[in-house]
């Protein structure tokens, strides 16, 4: 079994989806970052960032209980506990996960900060808007190139394209015009019709929690998910 310490945010959902793709079993523990409970100790013990998501798996390597930190770290360990969603032809493997470090070194950052300046920010800053709008139009440019040779990141689904597709599923909130990209278009379509990424995509349920003096209790409430 497998604990997943997440929330609704696209790096939560990257190892939701995994985990409905690979049939494992496992328990949600919503983490709700908007009251903070990221910050509690019982959180920092399994995620030293006080970041989601995280994992427990009670039967990691050689039987004994392994904690990981990192969507891309927890992506990986996955795919190599279960043989699936990396490539198994070395130049292929390679390939997905050099799109899965793309992922996270410019996708993930740049949406966010275009997220952050464009819908949060108290000040609107023009100079941040223009600048990450135009970086992430370039990032949205570099996969729509890619996805015009290939069906998926790596030539085949891998953990690539689940990092990839949940900082794309909204691209109005980021002021995108989809049609200039037809090749994402087509990609986030194929991805966004996955049975497991719908499943995912619901992990974990919105519902409104009160911070309370048992605040141990409501970050480790969970729902179990087996398959």
């Known amino acids: 079994m497998i604990d997943l310490f997440t929330w609704a945010t696209p790096n939560g959902y990257k190892i939701s989806i995994a985990l409905e793709e690979l049939g494992l079993p496992y328990t949600v523990h919503p983490v709700d970052i908007g009251r903070g ?59 997905a996960i050099q799109w899965l470090a793309f992922q996270v070194g410019h996708v993930g950052p740049m949406l966010g900060q275009l ?25 949205y440019g570099v996969l729509d190139r890619r996805l015009a040779a290939v069906e998926y990141l790596a030539g085949e689904y891998s953990v ?25 278009a087509r990609w986030r379509s194929a991805v966004a019709e996955r049975p497991a990424v719908k499943c995912g995509l619901a992990v974990p349920p919105r519902v409104d929690r009160p911070m309370d003096d048992h605040a141990r209790e409501v970050l480790f409430g969970s729902k179990q998910y087996a398959r």
């Open 115 to 139: 997220g952050h300046f464009r819908n949060y920010a108290k000040e609107k800053l023009p100079y941040a808007i223009e600048r990450y709008t135009n970086e992430v139009g370039r990032l």
């Open 37 to 95: 409970e990221q910050f509690a100790p019982e959180f920092l013990a399994i995620s030293a960032n006080n970041k989601i998501p995280a994992i427990t798996d009670r039967d990691g390597p050689g039987g004994r209980p392994l904690s990981l930190f990192e969507s891309a770290a927890i992506l990986l360990y996955l795919a190599d506990k279960t043989g699936r969603l990396l490539p198994t032809d070395a130049a292929r493997r390679w390939t």
């Open 160 to 184: 690539a394209d689940i990092a990839v597709y949940p900082w794309l599923r909204t691209p109005d909130a980021y002021g995108i015009e989809l049609a200039k990209y037809p090749n994402v």
